[in-house]
């Protein structure tokens, strides 16, 4: 999810200013649809190219870390430029990055720079969204259009899976970097509809952000090479990083959020089961390829079962939370995760079980979201709690980026079931880590 920043309404009369909201969130719609369809596709792209799953991950878990990092920089540049300039720019960026793509559509190593910079762009849209919410609209409405956000991703991922399997079936994986040129598109509405807002001076913590950056990409280069040099690499900038935010009085966050125990272990639980998530959707497709030889436009319909489970899951969300405690939710989520994970081992495999283990999975971590989000910030004074969602939205992309890489290494040297069987046993070790640091914080309480 997106960066949140604590905001007040500015003078912008409501009306005039929901009036913008159906374009901000229509581009919120299409970014997500783009960077989806990209992720199914990671398996067309590496038949293509001839290149391994490990390699064809990066141009999906490099764009991930981009958009996670993007995410710091809008919401930093929010409160000294325009949203509407902020959002043409991050058109334009989607614009280059996609013709960039689509012309060097041969060369893997310019592919993934082009959607690197393609996802800078793609950053700008949640982002921006939650904050102009939150800078716009009356706060008694703010929930409501929030929720929006929610929903909205859930379709994309439905809408997205859809494109990028008949697109690459039918078409080529290739013209996928073409639809994103509809963008331009928005930008006239995005003048027009958007208010003009005063500049105020403000910070962007550049290197709190470029070592943040270094620390995941040597974890990631790891994962992809095995070279111990990214090892001594990660702990260097990792000490780095942690002497820094010590410090600097404008590092993007301090040290005294992890000397916090409940903000510090959700945080490692949550980086340990979301690199889970999105390690699962992209062994899917290939899963599914190598097995039973389906076309992608095939294995695009049998993930919207998935999908739509947890849209219905996420609109239920506030009245489950009325029912079970957050450390009820939670443990029954990722109980259902092991176990759809381990589905296909424990009966078989079939076409069938798969789509099962899939609607459990997807439906469990809709579930899982808000409790686990909750069990992060409750401890954190109100006025902080912005700069708290902030980083725990950072730190799941770059756990999503890390968890596709080590599943595609895995699916170079095992086979997809004993794939399967490793990220279940990694979610049921996130289960004991929040059953012993987290949940006995949690009946203190």
């Not at 989806?36 to 290149?51: E, P, R, T």
């Not at 960026?93 to 793609?122: E, H, N, P, W």
């Not at 716009?136 to 859809?162: C, N, R």
């Not at 598109?185 to 943040?212: A, M, N, Q």
Request: aromatic share 12%; proline share 3%.
């Amino acid at each position: 999810m997106a960066t949140i920043t604590e905001q007040t309404p500015q003078n912008t009369p409501p009306f005039q200013a929901k009036r913008a909201v159906p374009v901000i969130l229509l581009f919120f719609v299409f970014a997500l649809i783009i960077d989806n369809s990209f992720k199914l596709v990671s398996v067309a792209i590496g038949d293509d190219l001839g290149i391994s799953a490990t390699m064809v991950s990066l141009q999906a878990s490099l764009a991930g870390l981009v958009i996670g990092i993007g995410a710091v920089i809008y919401a930093s540049l929010a409160d000294s430029i325009s949203i509407r300039k902020l959002l043409v720019a991050g058109i334009i960026l989607i614009c280059i990055g996609s013709i960039i793509g689509y012309i060097f559509q041969d060369s893997y190593l310019i592919i993934v720079i082009a959607r690197m910079i393609q996802t800078a762009g793609l950053a700008a849209a949640e982002t921006l969204y939650v904050i102009y919410v939150m800078k716009h609209l009356p706060k008694d409405e703010q929930k409501k259009f929030l929720g929006l956000s929610t929903s909205s991703y859930s379709l994309s991922l439905v809408i997205g899976s859809i494109t990028g399997g008949f697109v690459s079936t039918y078409l080529s994986w290739s013209t996928l970097f073409l639809i994103p040129l509809l963008s331009l598109i928005l930008i006239p509405f995005i003048l027009k509809y958007l208010p003009k807002e005063r500049s105020r001076k403000s910070h962007v913590d550049l290197i709190g952000l470029i070592l943040i950056s270094a620390i995941t990409t040597s974890v990631l280069m790891y994962l992809t090479d095995f070279n111990w040099i990214f090892i001594m690499s990660f702990v260097a900038t990792a000490a780095l990083f942690l002497g820094y935010i010590s410090k600097s009085k404008k590092a993007f966050i301090g040290i005294s959020f992890f000397q916090n125990k409940r903000f510090a272990s959700v945080l490692a639980i949550a980086f340990v089961i979301y690199s889970v998530q999105l390690g699962y959707i992209f062994i899917f497709p290939f899963l599914l390829q190598k097995m039973y030889d389906l076309q992608l436009d095939t294995i695009s319909l049998l993930l919207i079962p998935g999908y739509v489970t947890a849209i219905i899951v996420g609109s239920l969300s506030g009245k489950i939370a009325k029912v079970l405690t957050n450390k009820q939710a939670v443990s029954i989520a990722m109980g259902i995760i092991v176990f759809s994970l381990a589905l296909p081992g424990l009966i078989g495999g079939s076409i069938p079980v798969y789509v099962i283990s899939m609607l459990l999975f997807s439906g469990s971590f809709a579930f899982m979201y808000a409790p686990l989000l909750d069990s992060c910030v409750r401890s954190i004074p109100a006025e902080m709690s912005g700069t708290a969602i902030g980083f725990y939205s950072l730190v799941l992309n770059v756990s999503a980026s890390i968890g596709i890489t080590y599943t595609a290494s895995l699916m170079d040297v095992v086979s997809f079931g004993t794939v399967l069987w490793i990220l279940s046993s990694i979610t049921l070790f996130a289960l004991l880590m929040y059953g012993l640091l987290v949940g006995r914080l949690t009946e203190s309480k």
